[in-house]
């Protein structure tokens, strides 16, 4: 399984998950996960920067509708670019998105699916970032009931 958003790793991660996949000639499932970051704090804005897309944004209901299913094609969309990479290697592939908290969301489906490994990316956020929102890696290392592989941001001015 490999767990994907829209971070400047994702590419790094998914050719990580795609040469597994290969030596082992496993199914790659793909997971992507919708966050309700306003959940953590209503003026957290920069959702984006750490691959979240706040669901709740104190729109209008019916607008918050139609951003959730704008962002649920577009994440459709993206994800099956990601398969059809697979497919053409021979990989059998298929892809959800689910929404929640990142970490748990994670860890669920990797049992759900009896996934083994996980693979996903870890950024180097600052300290107050982390406290905001968290680890995802560490949440999902410390839970799953499998081996992860964590991919590093070796770039450290990415985020700056």
């Known amino acids: 399984m490999v767990a994907i958003n829209h971070s400047p790793l994702t590419s790094i991660v998914f050719n990580r998950a795609l040469n597994l996949?290969?030596?082992e000639q496993a199914k790659l499932t793909l997971l992507h996960w919708l966050a309700d970051l306003t959940a953590i704090d209503p003026?957290?804005?920069?959702?984006?920067?750490?691959?979240f897309y706040p669901i709740n944004t104190g729109l209008s209901q019916s607008l918050r509708e139609e951003?959730?299913?704008?962002?649920?094609?577009q994440a459709k969309t993206w994800l099956q670019e990601y398969c059809d990479r697979a497919t053409v290697l021979n990989i059998s592939t298929e892809y959800q998105h689910h929404f929640g908290e990142?970490?748990?969301?994670?860890?669920?489906?990797?049992?759900e699916w009896n996934a083994d490994p996980i693979v996903l990316s870890r950024h180097d956020?600052?300290?107050i970032a982390e406290f905001f929102v968290?680890?995802?890696?560490?949440?999902?290392?410390?839970r799953a009931n499998c081996s992860v592989v964590v991919i590093k941001d070796t770039n450290p001015d990415r985020d700056k």
Do not use: K, M
Not at 102 to 111: C, F, L
């Open 102 to 111: 990142p970490g748990a969301t994670i860890s669920s489906a990797a049992q």
């Open 125 to 127: 956020h600052s300290a």
């Open 134 to 142: 968290g680890s995802v890696s560490n949440h999902v290392v410390d």
């Open 21 to 23: 996949a290969q030596q």
């Open 67 to 73: 951003t959730l299913q704008l962002q649920i094609e």
């Open 43 to 51: 003026g957290f804005q920069s959702g984006g920067t750490f691959g």
